[in-house]
């Protein structure tokens, strides 16, 4: 079992920067890939960036690319996405999942484990 606590949210104008960061309990944190997927207001869970077991594997959105940096701290249990230069279309509901084989995916049903979500909003 895995719980996941997200932080690091906020309200920010366009072209600014926040962290987030997703916390993890439990001793078998390295052994999970790690998923950050979003919500926006009226419109489907989408996949952002996900990052294999120990770091060495990353994947993004195409929407996100170039601009979010997924990376992972396994002796803090811990994951982060770095948002750098965003948008309004950014503004969702952001969550942290956990999947227990390795390596990376994108599609949400094959995440065990999230989080409550922490809400980003990128003013005009």
């Known amino acids: 079992q895995v719980q996941l606590v997200e932080s690091g949210g906020g309200l920010v104008q366009a072209g600014g920067s926040l962290r987030l960061s997703c916390a993890a309990s439990?001793?078998?944190?390295?052994?999970?890939?790690m998923g950050w997927f979003r919500r926006a207001p009226g419109k489907e869970r989408e996949f952002v960036a996900a990052?294999?077991?120990?770091?060495?594997?990353?994947y993004y959105a195409d929407s996100v690319k170039g601009r979010f940096t997924i990376s992972r701290d396994n002796a803090k249990n811990t994951v982060y996405l770095q948002m750098n230069s965003l948008k309004p279309e950014d503004t969702a509901v952001y969550y942290c999942?956990?999947?227990?084989?390795?390596?990376?995916?994108?599609?949400?049903?094959?995440?065990?484990?999230w989080g409550q979500g922490t809400q980003v909003t990128v003013s005009s």
């Open positions: 990052i294999s077991w120990n770091g060495g594997g990353s």
């Open positions: 999942a956990a999947r227990k084989p390795m390596d990376i995916a994108t599609m949400a049903q094959l995440y065990d484990y």
């Open positions: 439990g001793r078998t944190f390295s052994t999970y890939a």
